[in-house]
């Protein structure tokens, strides 16, 4: 699937938190010696649905966090949170990683591995089951994590588009 972004959110005056969630060190080398620099993977929310990844890279850790923070900014998205869930299950995929994230009961907490779990805290999301599938490569599991919570649809949202009742949609 294309990296989907239907609700795209302005930073605006949001207080965003930051996570990192991975440092990559390279090393280049030349006949001068070895050339060191950094990449910074950084996802910002506001733990209030609002969630944005985005990578840095920079010659210092900390410029590569700060780069990594603002090109998170400019990547968004509002994510439909209802009582600290998900509204319903979704697979999604970016490379080789596949995602799949579940509604969990209250009291569940976050079940997923480090880089979803970053994700899916900063949103504020509280109880979800996640299992990360296929690749384990960092970047990619945020980014299919992404998609996946930007392909969530609110039960509202989706009987208007399929002009059903809020009863339907629950019941089936």
Do not use: C, W, Y
Request: hydrophobic share 45%; charged share 20%.
């Amino acid at each position: 699937m294309a990296n989907v972004n239907l609700n795209r959110v302005k930073p605006g005056d949001l207080e965003l938190k930051d996570k990192v969630v991975s440092i990559n060190r390279v090393v280049k080398t030349t006949k001068g010696g070895r050339t060191f620099s950094f990449s910074a993977l950084v996802v910002v929310g506001n733990g209030n649905g609002i969630v944005g990844h985005g990578m840095g890279k920079a010659k210092e850790v900390q410029a590569a966090i700060t780069k990594g923070i603002e090109d998170a900014k400019k990547n968004l998205i509002k994510v439909p949170v209802s009582k600290g869930t998900i509204p319903h299950d979704q697979l999604a995929k970016a490379g080789a990683a596949k995602v799949l994230i579940k509604p969990a009961a209250h009291g569940t907490g976050v079940i997923a591995g480090g880089s979803m779990r970053a994700v899916l805290e900063s949103v504020g999301i509280t109880d979800v089951l996640a299992k990360s599938l296929g690749s384990a490569n960092p970047h990619n599991v945020v980014k299919a994590t992404f998609n996946a919570l930007a392909l969530l649809r609110e039960p509202i949202q989706f009987a208007k588009t399929r002009t059903i009742g809020l009863k339907k949609v629950f019941n089936g």
